[in-house]
């Protein structure tokens, strides 16, 4: 498994050598009107020096400007240059002093913004890439979204033409040949609580399958579908609910198997924990792994207790429930592209195993 994920990681890295980043360190931020039909004088008073992290058009019209350093004008291959525009914002985007597109349409409100692409590629006439340093100044607005992002720009870049789109989704392919399995379960596990001797193990066990194929699903929209960007938040929130469903069904599952009788309680109270650490923790990538991570951890001490009692099979689930946890902390971020789905799908197939020797 560490081996497949490696491998498919490796690739990725590789190509990101081609995409040129903005300078972090240099941006100069001043607030935009609709009026201005060019860039405005970045030397001014009411212009700002400040970070890449501190761009931020939610509920507002501003202009960036940033640099691009380019040691080539071409792709290693001799592929043609794109500029990559990648975050929550409609945008009308400079090169060099030189309109080059639009991403949607920034405004002053919602009523006059028409919401950009999350990932947008655009295709300055090539003469306008230079080597060496290359400005980049764009007014952007975000008037449509449901959350306030901490980070709402992702990407500002020079790269081979199609090189984002084809960068998203290639990491999520092993994951993608899981779905199948989830679907699987979940029907399979479905159609047994209805007509099983067991129907709230069999739910649970269901459950964990389509909360995982959920979550999976939402963690691919973004390489397979052209979304716009209120289209993001959506994804996000759906990430966390389905991170934290499937902790808190797996924790579920858990207590059912070995604490029949006070499992809704445990779980209830666990339940509490994660939503408390779902909403105090910062950026949706930590608040799925939090939402998530809370109910295994309540799994893995009960597991470990019960195993410390003897009791029998609760050592399989314990080391199973670490294994989780232990990529958790090794892969971070990554862990929810690729390792999760591979981890759940060995997990299902472990239950398929155990449930076809109860049966």
Known sequence: LVLLT???????NA???ELRFMDVEDVTICPASLAQTSPPDFESEICRSAGAEDIDPQGRLIWVR??????????????????????KMASEVYLNGVYVGANGRPGTDADSEIPGKMDAQLYPPQALFQRGENEIAFRASAYHGFIELYRPVHVIGIAPAGFYGDRLLPSLGPALVTLGLFLLGGLYFGVTALIGSSPTRSATL???????????????????IDYDYPIHDLRLMAIALFSLAFGLSVAFHVFLTFRRRHAERWVGAIAIVALGGLILVEGFDYK???????????????TGYWTYKGQARAFIYFI????????????????????????VAVFLLLLFLEQAMIL
């Open 6 to 12: 490696f491998a498919v990681a490796f690739p990725a």
């Open 15 to 17: 190509q990101m050598s």
């Open 66 to 87: 940033t640099r691009v350093d380019l040691d080539r004008t071409r792709g290693l291959n001799g592929e043609p240059l794109a500029l990559f525009i990648s975050g």
């Open 206 to 224: 269901s459950a964990i399958c389509l909360f995982a194929g959920g979550q999976l699903v939402s963690e691919s929209l973004r390489g397979l």
């Open 288 to 302: 799925a792994l939090v939402g998530m991570t809370i109910p295994l951890i309540g799994a893995v001490l009960a």
């Open 320 to 343: 199973g429930l670490m294994i989780f946890l232990v990529a958790i902390a090794l892969f971070r971020g990554f862990f929810l592209d690729t390792i999760f789905f591979l981890l």
